[in-house]
């Protein structure tokens, strides 16, 4: 059953086809690179007033893959490339030279009227997919929200002069808690979702990762959550590989421009080449624009370069 809060909901029938079709053919060469050193236990959640400077945390853009994968063992492609991408986001807690105090996400599976955060101290579960096994259901990952870092990202966001709002019953969906349960298995990081805002803009995206940028200065580690290539008619359709190239080539080459002139590539992204075979909706790309957004004048680098079921894909880290 499809949960109407959801808009674009996972489809096993549709995850299994595209792994089915991409096992037979797809052999995935991944480029990881060396994270920070690992740091000390993660402490408490930030507070509604802005911090003590500290040093600046990087901020990232990650793949979250398919449904309750890997929790769930699921035929979606190569197991290499599947192993190769759980290892990455496995490293995704070292990233970070010191330890976060809590972990903001914006995931590609929560769209809003306006940038709403997630308000509960505990924030439950939404299996935000469906058509799976009863195991995929139950997934858990229990991190603690963080109701003060909720009212800071929305005080930045005023100061900015963006309407924010506020949901005290959101839960957890999988492009959180998949990555972060592989990154955090332990569960205990204050963690804060926020939405992104209905009508997918991409220059309104980029000003709220602009706004958000001085948490980098408060210990909160940013993530957008979503995929590089995301056409679920294209997974495992061997003539959907150029186009997934041609797309990731030119993402791999605006991350590395200088800001101003990265900012105005994914503002026009729909130039790219491929752009709507790779993205026929983008909601799965714009969280790359809030983490640019944060990002400021720092440059971006693939962090991660690979294929999953027959496409490519990437990762991006800034600072």
Known sequence: M??????TPIDRRQL?????????????????????PDAAAQPDHGQAQALPPRARLPV???????????????????KAELAQLAAYLRKLALVPAEAPKALLVVSAHWEEAVPTVMAAAQPPMLHDYYGFPPEAYQVQWPAPGAPQLAQRVQSLLEEAGIRSGSDAKRGFDHGTFVPLKLAWPDAKIPTLQLSLKQGLDPAEHLAIGRALAPLRQEGVFLIGS????????????PQARQASQEFDGWLQKSMAMPAAER?????????????????????HLLPLMVIAGAAQGDTGRAAYASTLMGVAISAYHFG
């Open 263 to 283: 900012d105005r590539q994914l503002e026009q992204w729909l130039q790219a080449p491929a752009a709507r075979q790779v993205h026929p909706r983008p909601e």
């Open 226 to 237: 979503g995929m590089s290539y995301h056409n679920m008619r294209g997974f495992g359709q």
């Open 16 to 36: 299994l086809a595209a792994g089915v079709a991409a096992a037979a053919a797809v052999t995935g060469m991944a480029v990881l690179h060396d994270a920070a």
């Open 2 to 7: 499809i949960r109407p809060e959801l808009t």
């Open 60 to 78: 990232a853009y990650i793949p979250h893959g398919g449904g309750p994968w890997p929790f769930v063992d699921l035929p979606l492609g190569d």
